[in-house]
Each structure stands twice: as structure tokens, then as C-alpha cells.
């Protein structure tokens, strides 16, 4: 009889990310029922607020605003930070797929709200499409309802700016970097309302400021640049449904007629609209970024194969399920004493035993550190520059030859001695030019010799002006060989430095941090977590398996761990002391004039963590299997470098 096959991992966290999805999509409908309510007509007590009613579908009109919010950030979510190198390389990777669909959904978004909002307006308000007129006189288009929803959109281009700029696509899972005494949690992850208890005054404060900037600058952008563009559009809509005079296809007057009125109407409007975009975009991250439980028990407890569906996660290509399966490994490994035995004792499954599938998997995650490391070390050859090839050369029918041949051999073999006084002199005389071509420096003689030879030179050929520029940088002269220096920021020419320096250059600086991040941690995005929660299984694992694993397997791979932690952490320390050089573009990078500026600043905050997670981790190893290192196969050699690596030089008699 065949074996069923394991939910997947995907189906189960799409079930969850749903639930949260649909507790997010409540709260957002509620802020767009209090701004139905701000907005709306109070000519009626009661039916101004009455949910079943003009306010009710009111909501359910301003709730596709915030539904549109939700759709762009369920199709470009992601977890990790961004780790591109610098801004340029960071605009490649959004455009044209992130960049397109960021704006275009943000500005469909402030269409829809703007509309509404016309709608919802009273009449003493003016916001009507057209001005009807006299009886004797053709309809005329209203500027007051062009001019605001203008402004709503150069709202949404300024929300999608700081979208994309902020990345609010990010899925914040906050890493710890040690466990305090109450809280012993790998990603202490606050509860929704704390969460958005915390948050949402200054959502709210962030939203109307913005507006109010946005509203104080929009009547000169308008009237400048886009009134006539805005007022054509308007109308080639407009004459569907109504006859317009041929006047009408100009703006009246030279100044559109905005009151003080329709000013403080588009501040509150403005601030409206943020509020129901900076709410979903709270509501989202706050719901999605929960932990991977369930009524208090991991995903895949419900799941009549959990350690397959969970194996199914951890092998996983995509980000966002790879991240919360090895999350929900680590809440295992803590937490879950019976999920623990049964990892333990899930020994006869198609591909290895359970805890084999998972030692292989987070050692794929871990070991990942050290391959784009040596990635970077030594490029492969398809990256490293082509010697261009030789052409054959054609064969030359050259003269009968006069002498004999060269002398085959060793052409770097030392000379006999001579024997003659002749030779013997010709030798010290050899040696001694030799010296002097080879010398690092030269000899004051010779160095003013030299100086004087350039100063007649330099007098005969150059004018005193091209003179100076030339050769005022330096009194001394420089030796005709030599390696040519390395190029650093700080021999970037000064005006170039200062071009890095400013708004200009940021675009295409490379700070050490950004690098550090591209290599250690992935790109395009941080893989921080699954590293993390990797190396915390596996150790809170392999502890746990002295009391809970009955078949005594699991303590076999104790070595294996051990050198996989100790090798990526030598690594990884020694790469990050002095194996990534400083990018000649990093101007803000501390001078070499300063050691402990230039060791601070080689400290990334996300790095330090996995160095953390692995010298906490490696030091529990060897503490908790200290007695039992011979038994279990730990030479002397790994316990001497694991020792080292941990910082636990002094604690030799814990593993005697």
C-alpha cells in the first residue's frame, strides 16, 4: 500500500497567513468605517453613523482603497532586509516589477478614495464636476474636484516613494541576540496590540504631516506644471456627457481659484487617505509577522504527518515558507518536548530519518555562510578576466646562423666564481649596481643627485607655473618601481570625495555594512532568520537528545555539528576582522589613521548576531557533551579548535 504523501508545508502556512490576512482586513474596514463616518453628511443623527445605511456602504466603498494595499503587499512580500550593495543596485532589482506595480496600485488607490470622497461630499462643499450655469450659458468644468484629486495623487507618488524607499514590503521578525532570564525566545516577537497600541499615534501623526506638507507645496505644482495637463484630461472625459463652449478648453484666468476652504478640505482628506494606508500597512505586518502558532501549538500539529509536512517547509525554495518553517523548528526545539521524541524517533521515512532531513537542511542553511564566502574569495573562472588568446606566429625563413646557440639549463642558476682578478672585479662591481637597483630607498647622494637632475629637467622643459601644479606635491622623488597603491577612499581625489559625500554620490556608494550583509547574509534579501533559527535547533536538539532520543542515534552527529560551527565561525570572524576590503566609493568608512574606528565600523549589527548564535551555541555543545567527547568521536584537535573559536580556552577541565 502506498504512502500518503505529507501536506505540504505551503497549503498549511497559506491557511494561517489567511486567518491573520482576514484579522487585518477587519480592523482596516473598521478605520474606513470611522473615516465614512468623518466624511459623510450629518444632516441625520442617526443615519450618519448607522452601519446599515449610506455610512455602511460608504465603508465598504473606501475599504477597496485599503484592499488595494493588501493586494500589493501579498504579491511583493518578503522577510529579510534588503542587502543590495548600494541605491543603483537596489532601483535594478525594483524595476520595472516592484516600481510598476507599486505606483499604479497607490494611484488607482487615491482615484478610488478621491471618488468617493467627491460623492460623499455635501453640496455647499463644490465639488462638483461641472458648474451648469445660466440658462443662456453653456456648462462649465469645476476646478475645485480636478485640483483635489491632483493632490491625491501626487499623495499617492509621495506614499509609493516612501513604500518602496522605507521597503514596507518587509515582514519585520525581530532576532534577539541572547535570550534574557524571562524571555528565552530566539525572535521575541510582540503581541498584535501591543504592537499596534505602540505604532498607531505615530501613524497617525506621520499621515496628517505628510498631508500637510504635501497640501502646503500642491497649489504651485499644480498651477505650474500640471493644471493644463490635468484640465485637457478632465475634459476630453467630460464632453461624453456634457457640451462645453470652445472656451472651455483653457483653465480660466492665470491662477486656479482655490480658497482657503478647499486648502483645509485637502489637508483632512489628505490625511484620511494616509491613515487608511498606513493602518493597512500596520495591520499587515503586525498580523503576518505573528509567531508560526496555533491555538499554542506549531503549524503542522494539526497536520496528519507533522514531521513530514514540516520537512516538506524546511526544504522549501521560497523565502517567506523556508523562514517560518525553520521558525517553527526553533519554537520545536524549545518549547515542544513531544515534538521532540518524535523527531527522535522517526526513524524508517523515505529520504532518512527525520532528524538525518533536518540535520541536512539547516547544515545546507549554515554552510551557505562559508560558500559565499569562498565565492567571493576566489570568483569563478567565467568571472575572473580572459587572458586574450595568442595568435600562431607565422614562421620567418631568418639567415644561416653565425654562433652557436644559447646554452640550455637553468638560467637562474648562480654563476661559477671566476678565477681571474678580472672577473673577480667585474663581480664586485655587479653586485654592487645591483644593490643599488634594488635598494627599497636610495642614499642621501644619490637621492640629491636625483633631485637635482629633476629640478634641471624640469626647468628646461616646463614652465614655472606647470612646474609647481606638477611637481609641488612632493620634495621627495618617488622610486621608479613599485607596486601601484591600492585604490581606497582615501586616496580619492579631494572634489571626487566630496561629490561621495553629498546627496549626489549616495546613489552610488558601497558602504562596508551593505557588502558585509551581500555576502555573509544573501542576497538580494538577508536570509538573518533561517540562519539563526538553524543554528539554535540544532544545538537546542542535540541537547535535548540526551534524555529524549531512545534510540541513541542523534548524538553520532555531535562532531559533525561541532566542526560545522567551528568552521563557519573561524570563518566568518576572520572574513569579517579583515577579508572584505573597503570599497573605494565607502567615503564615510573611518581612515586607516584610526584602528578602533576602522574595528568598530567593520562591526554590522545582523552579522554579529550569527557570530553570537554560533560561539552561544558551540559553547553549549561542548559544555553539555563535554564529558562524553571521546565517546562520541570529538578528537582532540576539534575540541582544542572548538574551544578557541568559543572563547572557552580556560575550560579545559569541563571536557577532562
Same mark, same amino acid.
Given at each position: 500500500?502506498?504512502?500518503?504523501?505529507?501536506?505540504?508545508?505551503?497549503?498549511?502556512?497559506?491557511?494561517?497567513?489567511?486567518?491573520?490576512?482576514?484579522?487585518?482586513?477587519?480592523?482596516?474596514?473598521?478605520?474606513?468605517?470611522?473615516?465614512?463616518?468623518?466624511?459623510?453628511?450629518?444632516?441625520?443623527?442617526?443615519?450618519?453613523?448607522?452601519?446599515?445605511?449610506?455610512?455602511?456602504?460608504?465603508?465598504?466603498?473606501?475599504?477597496?482603497?485599503?484592499?488595494?494595499?493588501?493586494?500589493?503587499?501579498?504579491?511583493?512580500?518578503?522577510?529579510?532586509?534588503?542587502?543590495?550593495?548600494?541605491?543603483?543596485?537596489?532601483?535594478?532589482?525594483?524595476?520595472?516589477?516592484?516600481?510598476?506595480?507599486?505606483?499604479?496600485?497607490?494611484?488607482?488607490?487615491?482615484?478610488?478614495?478621491?471618488?468617493?470622497?467627491?460623492?460623499?461630499?455635501?453640496?455647499?462643499?463644490?465639488?462638483?464636476?461641472?458648474?451648469?450655469?445660466?440658462?443662456?450659458?453653456?456648462?462649465?468644468?469645476?476646478?475645485?474636484?480636478?485640483?483635489?484629486?491632483?493632490?491625491?495623487?501626487?499623495?499617492?507618488?509621495?506614499?509609493?516613494?516612501?513604500?518602496?524607499?522605507?521597503?514596507?514590503?518587509?515582514?519585520?521578525?525581530?532576532?534577539?541576540?541572547?535570550?534574557?532570564?524571562?524571555?528565552?525566545?530566539?525572535?521575541?516577537?510582540?503581541?498584535?496590540?501591543?504592537?499596534?497600541?505602540?505604532?498607531?499615534?505615530?501613524?497617525?501623526?506621520?499621515?496628517?504631516?505628510?498631508?500637510?506638507?504635501?497640501?502646503?507645496?500642491?497649489?504651485?505644482?499644480?498651477?505650474?506644471?500640471?493644471?493644463?495637463?490635468?484640465?485637457?484630461?478632465?475634459?476630453?472625459?467630460?464632453?461624453?456627457?456634457?457640451?462645453?463652449?470652445?472656451?472651455?478648453?483653457?483653465?480660466?484666468?492665470?491662477?486656479?481659484?482655490?480658497?482657503?476652504?478647499?486648502?483645509?478640505?485637502?489637508?483632512?482628506?489628505?490625511?484620511?487617505?494616509?491613515?487608511?494606508?498606513?493602518?493597512?500597512?500596520?495591520?499587515?505586518?503586525?498580523?503576518?509577522?505573528?509567531?508560526?502558532?496555533?491555538?499554542?501549538?506549531?503549524?503542522?500539529?494539526?497536520?496528519?504527518?507533522?514531521?513530514?509536512?514540516?520537512?516538506?517547509?524546511?526544504?522549501?525554495?521560497?523565502?517567506?515558507?523556508?523562514?517560518?518553517?525553520?521558525?517553527?523548528?526553533?519554537?520545536?526545539?524549545?518549547?515542544?518536548?513531544?515534538?521532540?521524541?518524535?523527531?527522535?524517533?522517526?526513524?524508517?521515512?523515505?529520504?532518512?530519518?527525520?532528524?538525518?532531513?533536518?540535520?541536512?537542511?539547516?547544515?545546507?542553511?549554515?554552510?551557505?555562510?562559508?560558500?559565499?564566502?569562498?565565492?567571493?574569495?576566489?570568483?569563478?573562472?567565467?568571472?575572473?578576466?580572459?587572458?586574450?588568446?595568442?595568435?600562431?606566429?607565422?614562421?620567418?625563413?631568418?639567415?644561416?646562423?653565425?654562433?652557436?646557440?644559447?646554452?640550455?639549463?637553468?638560467?637562474?642558476?648562480?654563476?661559477?666564481?671566476?678565477?681571474?682578478?678580472?672577473?673577480?672585479?667585474?663581480?664586485?662591481?655587479?653586485?654592487?649596481?645591483?644593490?643599488?637597483?634594488?635598494?627599497?630607498?636610495?642614499?642621501?647622494?644619490?637621492?640629491?643627485?636625483?633631485?637635482?637632475?629633476?629640478?634641471?629637467?624640469?626647468?628646461?622643459?616646463?614652465?614655472?607655473?606647470?612646474?609647481?601644479?606638477? =611637481?609641488? *606635491? %612632493?620634495?621627495?622623488?618617488? !622610486?621608479?618601481?613599485?607596486? #601601484?597603491? &591600492? $585604490?581606497?577612499?582615501?586616496?580619492?581625489?579631494?572634489?571626487?570625495?566630496?561629490?561621495?559625500?553629498?546627496?549626489?554620490?549616495?546613489?552610488?556608494?558601497?558602504?562596508?555594512?551593505?557588502?558585509?550583509?551581500?555576502?555573509?547574509?544573501?542576497?538580494?534579501?538577508?536570509?538573518?532568520?533561517?540562519?539563526?533559527?538553524?543554528?539554535?535547533?540544532?544545538?537546542?536538539?542535540?541537547?535535548?537528545?540526551?534524555?529524549?532520543?531512545?534510540?541513541?542515534?542523534?548524538?553520532?552527529?555531535?562532531?559533525?555539528?561541532?566542526?560545522?560551527?567551528?568552521?563557519?565561525?573561524?570563518?566568518?570572524?576572520?572574513?569579517?576582522?579583515?577579508?572584505?576590503?573597503?570599497?573605494?566609493?565607502?567615503?564615510?568608512?573611518?581612515?586607516?589613521?584610526?584602528?578602533?574606528?576602522?574595528?568598530?565600523?567593520?562591526?554590522?549589527?545582523?552579522?554579529?548576531?550569527?557570530?553570537?548564535? =554560533?560561539? *552561544? %551555541?558551540?559553547?553549549?555543545? !561542548?559544555?553539555?557533551?563535554? #564529558?562524553? &567527547? $571521546?565517546?562520541?568521536?570529538?578528537?582532540?584537535?576539534?575540541?582544542?579548535?572548538?574551544?578557541?573559536?568559543?572563547?572557552?580556552?580556560?575550560?579545559?577541565?569541563?571536557?577532562?
Amino acid at each position: 500500500m502506498a504512502v500518503a504523501r505529507p501536506r505540504p508545508y505551503r497549503r498549511i502556512l497559506t491557511s494561517a497567513l489567511h486567518r491573520r490576512f482576514v484579522h487585518a482586513s477587519a480592523l482596516s474596514l473598521l478605520v474606513c468605517y470611522i473615516i465614512s463616518f468623518v466624511i459623510g453628511e450629518k444632516t441625520s443623527l442617526f443615519w450618519s453613523w448607522f452601519p446599515i445605511g449610506i455610512c455602511g456602504f460608504r465603508t465598504i466603498l473606501l475599504f477597496v482603497s485599503s484592499l488595494v494595499v493588501f493586494v500589493l503587499r501579498v504579491g511583493q512580500m518578503h522577510i529579510g532586509t534588503r542587502t543590495t550593495t548600494s541605491p543603483i543596485t537596489t532601483f535594478k532589482h525594483l524595476f520595472p516589477l516592484h516600481i510598476v506595480q507599486t505606483f499604479g496600485w497607490y494611484m488607482f488607490s487615491a482615484w478610488w478614495f478621491s471618488e468617493v470622497y467627491v460623492w460623499s461630499a455635501p453640496t455647499s462643499a463644490n465639488l462638483g464636476w461641472v458648474k451648469p450655469g445660466r440658462i443662456n450659458e453653456r456648462p462649465s468644468l469645476n476646478e475645485r474636484p480636478i485640483y483635489l484629486h491632483t493632490y491625491h495623487m501626487l499623495l499617492a507618488i509621495v506614499q509609493a516613494v516612501f513604500h518602496l524607499y522605507c521597503d514596507y514590503d518587509r515582514i519585520t521578525i525581530p532576532v534577539a541576540k541572547g535570550g534574557s532570564a524571562a524571555d528565552q525566545r530566539t525572535h521575541p516577537v510582540e503581541s498584535v496590540s501591543k504592537r499596534i497600541q505602540r505604532t498607531l499615534p505615530r501613524v497617525i501623526i506621520t499621515g496628517f504631516t505628510r498631508s500637510a506638507i504635501i497640501a502646503a507645496a500642491s497649489p504651485f505644482i499644480y498651477s505650474i506644471f500640471l493644471r493644463r495637463v490635468t484640465w485637457r484630461f478632465t475634459l476630453y472625459f467630460a464632453k461624453l456627457f456634457w457640451n462645453f463652449s470652445r472656451s472651455s478648453a483653457e483653465p480660466p484666468g492665470l491662477v486656479p481659484p482655490l480658497g482657503l476652504s478647499l486648502l483645509a478640505r485637502s489637508v483632512i482628506s489628505g490625511g484620511l487617505l494616509l491613515l487608511c494606508w498606513q493602518t493597512s500597512n500596520l495591520f499587515f505586518t503586525s498580523f503576518i509577522g505573528k509567531e508560526p502558532l496555533k491555538r499554542g501549538q506549531p503549524l503542522t500539529a494539526e497536520a496528519k504527518d507533522p514531521n513530514g509536512s514540516l520537512l516538506n517547509g524546511l526544504m522549501a525554495k521560497k523565502e517567506v515558507v523556508s523562514t517560518f518553517a525553520f521558525w517553527e523548528l526553533s519554537f520545536i526545539s524549545q518549547r515542544f518536548p513531544d515534538r521532540r521524541k518524535a523527531i527522535f524517533s522517526d526513524i524508517d521515512r523515505e529520504g532518512g530519518a527525520a532528524w538525518s532531513q533536518i540535520l541536512t537542511a539547516s547544515t545546507e542553511t549554515i554552510k551557505g555562510i562559508t560558500t559565499r564566502i569562498d565565492q567571493h574569495n576566489n570568483p569563478p573562472s567565467s568571472q575572473r578576466p580572459v587572458a586574450p588568446a595568442e595568435k600562431p606566429q607565422p614562421v620567418l625563413q631568418t639567415l644561416p646562423r653565425l654562433t652557436d646557440p644559447p646554452k640550455e639549463g637553468n638560467f637562474f642558476a648562480p654563476s661559477p666564481k671566476g678565477t681571474s682578478r678580472q672577473e673577480r672585479f667585474g663581480e664586485a662591481l655587479s653586485s654592487t649596481a645591483k644593490a643599488y637597483g634594488k635598494s627599497a630607498d636610495w642614499t642621501p647622494t644619490a637621492r640629491a643627485r636625483a633631485r637635482d637632475a629633476f629640478e634641471r629637467a624640469s626647468s628646461a622643459v616646463l614652465s614655472p607655473e606647470r612646474k609647481q601644479k606638477l =611637481l609641488g *606635491s %612632493s620634495s621627495e622623488p618617488k !622610486l621608479l618601481t613599485g607596486p #601601484p597603491s &591600492a $585604490r581606497t577612499p582615501e586616496s580619492l581625489n579631494p572634489l571626487l570625495a566630496q561629490l561621495l559625500r553629498s546627496p549626489l554620490g549616495h546613489p552610488v556608494r558601497q558602504t562596508y555594512a551593505q557588502r558585509l550583509s551581500n555576502i555573509v547574509l544573501g542576497r538580494p534579501y538577508a536570509s538573518l532568520c533561517p540562519i539563526v533559527d538553524a543554528i539554535e535547533s540544532l544545538t537546542r536538539l542535540l541537547i535535548a537528545s540526551l534524555a529524549e532520543d531512545q534510540y541513541g542515534k542523534v548524538q553520532a552527529d555531535v562532531p559533525h555539528v561541532v566542526r560545522l560551527f567551528t568552521h563557519t565561525l573561524l570563518t566568518l570572524d576572520a572574513f569579517v576582522a579583515s577579508g572584505l576590503d573597503v570599497h573605494w566609493s565607502d567615503v564615510s568608512f573611518p581612515p586607516s589613521s584610526q584602528p578602533q574606528a576602522q574595528a568598530l565600523a567593520r562591526r554590522v549589527p545582523d552579522v554579529d548576531l550569527v557570530l553570537d548564535a =554560533l560561539r *552561544s %551555541s558551540l559553547s553549549e555543545l !561542548l559544555v553539555a557533551f563535554g #564529558p562524553y &567527547a $571521546r565517546d562520541i568521536g570529538l578528537v582532540e584537535k576539534d575540541l582544542r579548535l572548538a574551544r578557541e573559536a568559543a572563547s572557552l580556552v580556560d575550560a579545559d577541565d569541563v571536557f577532562r
